[in-house]
């Protein structure tokens, strides 16, 4: 699996500018890439272009050096699974229905699941440590738990790479450890992950490559060290920062304005 | 028993009793008598008059109710029914134009009616899509809404400048019944909704992602926009038929998926056929209650739906906005 943009540009109909303008991008299997930056900056626009949710204005994305427009979206989904930033139901769902909706793109249209798909949802659901909760209603769940049972329902569709948008937004720290730990445990398995996040040092401490991403451009990439660099990172910001080690990872700091005169 | 076993038997006997109520009553044994044989004392009552609209009213109760619960997945909203899209609206003017025109018959109706609903959901997906956004339901349901009160307009100018004689028929036709039905309602129904109802039938599986919006049921692997085409047609054909063999009745898409969806869960596989059983019976004894409560006078059967599913629409409202 080989995900690939080059020069993509996004323009949404109507708007002034482009959401995304210019960007080469490559996610090869195994590794971890953040997607950082500001607010606004076209984080979302970018993965929606990249799985081919919104059409591309200019440039391109293949996937394994097909088109993305090209993919049908029952072929792209036993690929890349994606875990939305936020989404909702009117209706009360179980757990291991939710999950088991992962399986949708390896059903026949009228077929029921066979032994194999379950199994798929049963190592989803013990993975992503949500077994006990499946007969539980989706809207009884904490934030964690659904988010967890989202990433159980991503890992059913056996995807070779997994998206995921902002998944710890409405995380507690502990939670949003958690969530990392288990991504980064998935990787190590061999799956290829693409998260978009606001949190530059769980994602220095785990992403193999960093992304950031300003204005709809690329403004740098490379491992951790090459990102979370002082100067860049206050520019994008638009906030004087300070970045510093701890345990072996660079770590992101905000000043004062001022420039640290005071406290 | 399996839920599915228990809703068809009750379907079965509300059935059995619509057949033996009426200002003739049957009795059970002379009931199955007539079904038995064309010879026996009650048959011409039970085989040429009740059969067919015991059955006309079950098919189009099933019908609505299982439009009613695609429509509630499609626009994620266990509000909506096809009355609140706009799609009765507009399926009720053409066919008031076209009795009002003295275009009866029982083809012809039925035809103005699908080219008025079409015409509303063409409609209603354009005003909802302006400016090249993508399909939001939020904006469906106001489009369907500003829709309906156009339609409503529509009919009250047609009612206006009608005469007496075709003001009476119009007004009838509007408050719905099953006073007409006859076999040949019954086919020329059946021959109009078989198809759409196989359709949403089969695109159970889709109404599940549907359910839980655009971005997550496109990434698990469904073509949204086709799936929300194919449905909206398929309920819109079968909103028509419905309008134009028994005129406007409401509420029907919304009493039994709400309570089945209860008891069974929402997944549209098994909620689907229980639905149609559970609608089916429901407007079979809606329709038991119009023509023999104020007996000799039979009551419109959209005015023992409404009374049933307004208190209905109170307790969701209440619900849904909780």
């Known amino acids: ?263 | 028993m399996k839920p599915i076993a228990g809703l068809a038997l009750l379907a079965l006997a509300a059935c059995v009793l619509a057949l033996a109520v009426g200002a003739t009553p049957v009795p059970l044994h002379a009931l199955l008598a007539a079904l038995g044989s064309p010879d026996a004392p009650s048959a011409a009552i039970v085989r040429d008059i009740r059969l067919p609209r015991v059955l006309l009213a079950f098919t189009v109760g099933g019908c609505l109710g299982v439009t009613g619960a695609s429509l509630q997945a499609l626009i994620r909203n266990p509000l909506a029914d096809p009355y609140l899209l706009g799609i009765s609206g507009g399926a009720g003017v053409a066919a008031v134009l076209a009795i009002a025109l003295g275009l009866n018959g029982s083809w012809g109706i039925p035809l103005a009616a699908f080219v008025g609903g079409l015409g509303a959901v063409a409609l209603v997906y354009r005003l909802s899509t302006v400016a090249g956004r993508r399909l939001d339901p939020h904006v469906l349901v106001l489009a369907g809404v500003v829709v309906s009160a156009f339609t409503g307009a529509i009919i009250s100018a047609v009612l206006t400048l009608s005469t007496a004689e075709q003001l009476r028929n119009v007004f009838l036709w509007l408050l719905g019944g099953f006073s007409g039905a006859s076999w040949r309602t019954l086919a020329v129904f059946s021959a109009y909704a078989g198809l759409p109802l196989l359709a949403l039938f089969a695109a159970a599986r889709s109404l599940d992602l549907l359910s839980l919006g655009t971005e997550p049921a496109q990434s698990l692997g469904l073509d949204a926009g086709r799936s929300r085409r194919l449905v909206y047609v398929a309920a819109s054909l079968l909103t028509a038929a419905s309008v134009a063999v028994c005129g406007v009745v409401g509420f029907v898409g919304l009493v039994a998926p709400h309570a089945l969806r209860g008891l069974l869960g929402p997944g549209h596989r098994r909620l689907l056929p229980a639905v149609f059983l559970g609608s089916g019976g429901f407007l079979v004894l809606a329709d038991a209650v119009a023509r023999t409560v104020v007996r000799p006078i039979e009551l419109p059967v959209g005015v023992v739906t409404a009374l049933v599913g307004v208190p209905l629409f109170a307790v969701l409202l209440r619900r849904t906005l909780r």
């Open chain 1, 1 to 263: 699996m080989i995900l690939q943009a080059q020069g993509a540009a996004i323009r949404y109909p109507g708007a002034p500018a482009a959401a995304v303008q210019d960007v080469d991008l490559t996610l090869v299997p195994g590794e971890l890439v953040a997607l950082v930056g500001p607010n606004g900056g076209g984080k979302t626009s970018l993965v929606h272009g990249l799985l081919g949710l919104v059409p591309l204005s200019a440039g391109q994305v293949t996937l394994d050096q097909r088109p993305i427009a090209r993919w049908s979206r029952r072929e792209l989904a036993q690929l890349v699974a994606l875990v939305p930033q936020r989404e909702d139901t009117p209706f009360s769902w179980r757990v291991e229905d939710m999950v088991g909706f992962g399986r949708y793109a390896h059903l026949g249209p009228l077929s029921a699941m066979t032994v194999r798909d379950r199994e798929a949802v049963d190592q989803a659901l013990r993975r992503c440590d949500v077994a006990g909760l499946r007969r539980r209603s989706v809207e009884t769940l904490s934030g964690g738990e659904w988010q967890r049972v989202r990433i159980a329902r991503a890992l059913a569709q056996e995807p070779a790479l997994l998206v995921l948008d902002e998944p710890t937004a409405s995380l507690d720290l502990g939670h949003e450890m958690e969530l990392f730990d288990l991504v980064a445990g998935l990787v190590a398995e061999g799956l290829s992950a693409l998260v978009v996040t606001h949190h530059l040092n769980l994602a220095a401490r785990y992403a193999g490559r960093m992304v950031l991403i300003d204005d709809g451009r690329v403004a740098a990439a490379g491992t951790p060290g090459e990102v979370m660099r002082p100067e860049l990172l206050s520019a994008v910001f638009r906030w004087p920062v300070e970045v510093i080690a701890l345990e072996g990872a660079a770590h992101v700091v905000p000043r004062r304005r001022d420039g640290g005169q005071g406290r």
